[in-house]
């Protein structure tokens, strides 16, 4: 069965750091690029950033450029999303999401994981 | 930036009959979109790419059609687990980046 299983939400202050964790199983992870994708308060979706399989290219959205950094470590079969100087627009549940990729594109997200919350707030 | 717009915002419709949801881009796709179905409190769960093609297990009562600028979800014969939020994703664009629409919400009527 494949699983993706994230940590590391939490309450954090304005400016603050956190890091988030998403532990795969199930599937070949080093053959897939992986996402994050947010989800702020009874809101909408926004993707976020991506990986691909050697971790050699990352693609982020404009708001998030300079601020978070996505990378993976194929042996433990874990991506990481690394939040610097957090603000309260940041708030959301962040999810990992496998890419599904048809013929060289990357099209959408075929499998995600239950979410984890980050919430920045004095 | 490629915006993508989603109507009806919500709709109403009793069990067994079809609904139809659109999703328009403010530019061409080609055939480059996505459909998720979200309930509350799960993660999105994806029922179509390529604008109309089925995900690993989806149901045939989904379909999905459309291209450019103008695309529709049709859900043929509702059942209770369908009611949800449903959301568009444009690919058209990567790199740099995908969008989603703001969603619909099918309650029952």
Known sequence: EVQLVESGGGLVQPGGSLRLSCAASGFSFSSYWMSWVRQAPGTGLEWVANIKVDGREQYYVDSVKGRFTISRDNAKNSVYLQMNSLRAEDTAVYYCARDLVVRGVITSFDCWGQGTLVTVSA | ?109
Not at chain 2, 32 to 50: E, F, S, V
Not at chain 2, 80 to 105: H, I, K
């Open chain 2, 1 to 109: 930036e490629i915006v993508m717009t989603q109507s009806p915002a919500s709709l109403s419709v009793s069990p067994g009959e079809r609904a139809t949801l659109s999703c328009r881009a403010s530019q061409s796709l080609g055939s480059n979109l996505a459909w998720y179905q979200q309930k509350p409190g799960q993660a999105p769960r994806l029922l179509i790419y390529g604008a109309s093609t089925r995900a690993t297990g989806i149901p045939a009562r989904f379909s999905g059609s459309g291209s450019g600028t103008e695309f529709t979800l049709t859900i043929s014969s509702l059942q209770s687990e369908d009611f949800a939020v449903y959301y568009c994703q444009q690919y058209n664009n990567w790199p740099p980046g995908f969008t989603f629409g703001p969603g619909t919400q099918v309650d029952i009527k």
